[in-house]
Nanobody, 113 residues
Framework: QVQVMESGGGLVQSGGSLRLSCTAT????????VRWYRQAPGKSREWVAVITDSVSNFIDYADFAKGRFTISRDDAKNTVYLEMHNLEAEDTAVYYCNPALAWGQGTQVTVSS
């Protein structure tokens, strides 16, 4: 059974940083694409970033994330990270990890202005 776990969310002041982590059981990240999404209150879920399998190793970001967010992987730990800097109130959302077709429960990020 596949289980996806996100962690690292929390409350941070505007301009601060957080690093989110995503790991899973039943999935090996080295062979699959892993995406981060987020959903703010009252809004639809939106894509944040993607890192593809270790062979192609392609990375891409939503426009709002470029220059502030960094996605990376540690295959030895079967973990994908989303490092976020210069956070703004508009980044407040639940952040979800999406490896292949699986989803985690999300981790709450709250940015106070």
């Amino acid at each position: 059974q596949v289980q996806v776990m996100e962690s690292g969310g929390g409350l941070v002041q505007s301009g601060g940083s957080l690093r989110l982590s995503c790991t899973a059981t039943g999935l090996t990240f080295v062979n699959i694409n892993v995406r981060w999404y987020r959903q703010a209150p009252g809004k639809s879920r939106e894509w944040v970033a993607v890192i593809t399998d270790s062979v192609s190793n392609f990375i891409d970001y939503a426009d709002f994330a470029k220059g502030r967010f960094t996605i990376s992987r540690d295959d030895a730990k079967n973990t994908v990270y989303l490092e976020m800097h210069n956070l703004e109130a508009e980044d407040t959302a639940v952040y979800y990890c999406n490896p292949a077709l699986a989803w985690g429960q999300g981790t709450q990020v709250t940015v106070s202005s």
